[in-house]
């Protein structure tokens, strides 16, 4: 599990997964500890459309065969997303300022945050208490990322607003 200051709300996630799902068309596997299995299973429900989990199901080598098929990962940033780097998925990366050293390299990528003056505060846990870095990044945005990003590894064009 990602330190607290690294995650994304499970509603964001769940309002994202429903509009790649049901506007694009994409597959939603979420992937996950043992542990995050119930949360993986309350986002699903609260998404409301056809999403598969492989919480707890996957060995490390099955998890990277995973991301190696997918054509994009979406992900806080968390181990996941250097594996993506690894074997070459592009990545959305949802990506808490709390250190700026260790976002996606060598693949195509959008990382996305809101600028906060604590910024780089190095902190698993946020000091002000209110994770502003990622609770301000809106479900649209990731939306659109994954859009603009999955277009562009496409070769094609961007797609607008959905």
Same mark, same amino acid.
């Given at each position: 599990?990602?330190?607290?200051?690294?995650?994304?709300?499970?509603?964001?996630? =769940? !309002?994202?997964?429903?509009?790649?799902? /049901?506007?694009?068309? +994409?597959?939603?596997?979420? $992937? @996950?500890?043992?542990?995050? #299995?119930?949360?993986?299973?309350?986002?699903?429900?609260?998404?409301?459309?056809?999403?598969?989990?492989?919480?707890?199901?996957?060995?490390? =080598? !099955?998890?990277?065969?995973?991301?190696? /098929?997918?054509?994009? +990962?979406?992900?806080?940033? $968390? @181990?996941?997303?250097?594996? #993506?780097?690894?074997?070459?998925?592009?990545?959305?990366?949802?990506?808490?300022?709390?250190?700026?050293?260790?976002?996606?390299?060598?693949?195509?990528?959008?990382?996305?945050?809101?600028?906060?003056?604590?910024?780089?505060?190095?902190?698993?846990?946020?000091?002000?208490?209110?994770?502003?870095?990622?609770?301000?990044?809106?479900?649209?945005?990731?939306?659109?990322?994954?859009?603009?990003?999955?277009?562009?590894?496409?070769?094609?064009?961007?797609?607008?607003?959905?």
């Amino acid at each position: 599990m990602s330190a607290p200051s690294r995650q994304y709300s499970p509603a964001g996630f =769940a !309002e994202a997964a429903r509009q790649l799902a /049901a506007e694009d068309g +994409l597959q939603v596997v979420f $992937t @996950g500890s043992k542990q995050e #299995a119930a949360l993986v299973e309350q986002i699903r429900e609260q998404a409301g459309v056809a999403t598969l989990s492989a919480a707890g199901q996957l060995d490390l =080598a !099955e998890l990277g065969g995973l991301i190696e /098929a997918a054509p994009l +990962l979406l992900s806080n940033n $968390t @181990g996941p997303v250097h594996i #993506a780097a690894a074997v070459g998925t592009p990545v959305v990366d949802l990506y808490a300022l709390t250190n700026p050293q260790h976002t996606p390299w060598g693949v195509p990528n959008r990382v996305l945050n809101h600028d906060v003056p604590c910024k780089y505060c190095y902190k698993s846990v946020c000091p002000q208490g209110h994770h502003n870095c990622l609770r301000l990044v809106t479900p649209q945005e990731i939306v659109q990322a994954v859009r603009d990003l999955l277009a562009e590894v496409r070769g094609a064009q961007p797609q607008k607003g959905g």
